[in-house]
């Protein structure tokens, strides 16, 4: 029997989450670990591992000092330095600045998903980190 | 244009529908929510959330039309209720059962459709979450399996409401 691949999926809006997450499970695809919020996808990831992440990433601040929050991207990343498994992550973003596509370079995000978000295209995207995670597994 | 038989338990289907008393109730945020999301999910310009009553289809949802109902003989979804799965039809125009449909041939201009019946517990099915769109199309597995969960939320809110109304 192959491994269940879990996926954590953190989108504030309420129907895109539940979309993906209920049919990724009807299809057999993976299951998918709902999270409204960061605060909560933080709780979650410090309880259990993930095969990857699809994360919408919010400004924060405001002015000059408003940013993407990647605080959870990091906090991810530092855990797989713990096991010694990077773990694919993708974005949800308003728009692909200049910055933060350093930003995410930086962190080696997978993909970067930009307005409007689909089901449909989330759940490609999960689907995908399958293939990474079994070309990973391969000697 | 082929009239959808009647299904064979139509007195047990009404009596659901007719319990639910949802019918003619004003526009509710859950359900048309859910169809303003498939709309733009599937890039499609009509959504509706059907309810096939004895003699007409009744929309508790929509998007894309002006009008709440039509008459059940040429209601698509008064086909798409015969069976479980979801029925597609990729060009209206081309299926021997819709090409004279007036909902094909009028103003509506459906070309291609899909609807996701709505099955209740008790193995009535309702009405419909159907896509309509003006050109040829068809649906892969992946959007199967999305429009799927979305008929699921809907009928996860008509339960509630039976459960509402004590029917549970």
């Keep these: 029997m192959p491994e269940t691949m879990h996926i954590l999926l953190v989108e504030p809006e309420t129907l895109l989450r539940r979309t993906v997450s209920m049919t990724a499970r009807s299809l057999g695809m993976s ?3 709902e999270a409204a919020s960061t605060d909560v996808a933080l709780r979650m990831a410090r309880q259990r591992t993930f095969h990857g992440a699809v994360i919408a990433v919010e400004c924060v601040g405001s002015g000059a000092g408003r940013r993407y ?3 959870l991207i990091d906090e991810l990343r530092a855990a797989e330095s713990e096991t010694g498994r990077p773990m694919p992550i993708a974005i949800l973003a308003d728009q692909a600045t200049p910055t933060l596509l350093a930003e995410l370079r930086e ?10 978000f689909r089901a449909k295209v989330l759940l490609e995207t999960i689907a995908g980190f399958g293939g990474q995670k079994g070309a990973r597994n391969e000697p | 244009m082929q009239v959808a038989p009647t299904p064979d338990n139509e007195a047990d ?3 659901a529908l007719h319990a639910l008393l949802i019918l003619d109730t004003p526009p509710e945020q859950r359900f048309d929510k859910i ?9 499609v310009p009509v959504v509706l959330i059907t309810l096939v009553d004895a003699e007409r289809q009744w929309f508790k949802a929509s998007v894309g ?6 008459g059940r003989d040429v209601s698509l979804c008064s086909h798409a209720i015969l069976h479980d799965d979801i029925m597609v039809v990729p060009d209206a125009r081309l299926d021997p059962r819709f090409a004279d449909n007036p909902l094909v041939t009028g103003d509506l201009g459906i070309r291609f459709y899909a609807g996701a019946p709505l099955s209740m517990a008790c193995g009535v099915r309702l009405g419909t979450l159907c896509l309509i769109d003006r050109q040829p199309r068809t649906l892969d597995a992946l959007e199967l399996g999305i429009l799927g969960t979305l008929r699921d939320l809907v009928v996860m809110e008509l339960k509630g409401q039976a459960a509402g109304n004590g029917d549970a």
């Design chain 1, 31 to 33: 299951q998918v670990h």
């Design chain 1, 69 to 71: 929050d990647l605080g």
């Design chain 1, 107 to 116: 962190r080696r995000i997978s993909r970067v998903i930009l307005k409007p």
């Design chain 2, 13 to 15: 289907r009404l009596a």
């Design chain 2, 35 to 43: 169809a303003r999301f498939a709309a733009s999910e599937f890039d």
């Design chain 2, 65 to 70: 039309v002006e009008i709440c109902e039509t």
